[in-house]
Antibody
Framework: EVQLVESGGGLVRPGGSLRLSCATSGFTFTWFWMTWVRQAPGQGLEWVANIKQDGSEKYYVDSVKGRFTITRDNAKDSLHLQMNSLRVEDTAVYYC???????????WGQGTLVAVSS | DIQMTQSPSSLSASAGDRVTITCQASQDITDYLNWYQQKPGKVPKLLIYDASNVEIGVPSRFSGSGSGTDFTLTISSLQPEDIATYYCQQYENPSFTFGPGTKVDIK
């Protein structure tokens, strides 16, 4: 059974940092691109970042470029999102998801809440 | 960047009604278009991929069509369990974009 479990969310002050993790199981992690998607309270879905199977390609939404870094640990089947210089507008539930067929998000984690507030 | 729009932003229909949601891309994305369903308080779920392919396990009342810039999600006979917000998503390039969502309610 494919499983994705996010962790690392919490309350942080503006300008602070958090590192999200996504532990995966039930599939061969190294075969797949992975992605982070977020959802602000009461709002729609927003794609955040993608990473290729070997980590050699990474893509970000403009609003997080230079502040967020997506990485993966293929030895531990885990995905990460390092978030620096956090802003109030980064408050959201962050989901990790598996990517198939170049852009289809077929499995999603349950999400982890990041709240940025003073 | 590719922008996605959806219409309507919300709708209310009776059980058994045919419901149609449209999604438009700001440029040609061929058929690199997916649809997701998100029920209240739940994780998004893949319904349709590559514009018209129904994901395994999704009821046959859901269908998708379109190519280029204009796409449609159709629910042939709305059921109470279809109450949700529906999102389209493009993946024509390595970055993705979601539409703003369409909230579907039952009258």
């Amino acid at each position: 059974e494919v499983q994705l479990v996010e962790s690392g969310g919490g309350l942080v002050r503006p300008g602070g940092s958090l590192r999200l993790s996504c532990a995966t199981s039930g599939f061969t992690f190294t075969w797949f691109w992975m992605t982070w998607v977020r959802q602000a309270p009461g709002q729609g879905l927003e794609w955040v970042a993608n990473i290729k199977q070997d980590g050699s390609e990474k893509y970000y939404v403009d609003s997080v470029k230079g502040r967020f870094t997506i990485t993966r640990d293929n030895a531990k089947d885990s995905l990460h999102l390092q978030m620096n210089s956090l802003r109030v507008e980064d408050t959201a539930v962050y989901y990790c998801a598996r990517v198939v067929r170049s852009g289809v998000l077929d499995y999603w984690g349950q999400g982890t809440l990041v709240a940025v507030s003073s | 960047d590719i922008q996605m729009t959806q219409s309507p932003s919300s709708l209310s229909a009776s059980a058994g009604d045919r419901v149609t949601i449209t999604c438009q891309a700001s440029q040609d994305i061929t058929d690199y278009l997916n649809w997701y369903q998100q029920k209240p308080g739940k994780v998004p779920k893949l319904l349709i991929y590559d514009a018209s392919n129904v994901e395994i396990g999704v009821p046959s009342r859901f269908s998708g069509s379109g190519s280029g810039t204009d796409f449609t999600l159709t629910i042939s006979s709305l059921q109470p369990e279809d109450i949700a917000t529906y999102y389209c998503q493009q993946y024509e390039n390595p970055s993705f974009t979601f539409g703003p969502g369409t909230k579907v309610d039952i009258k």
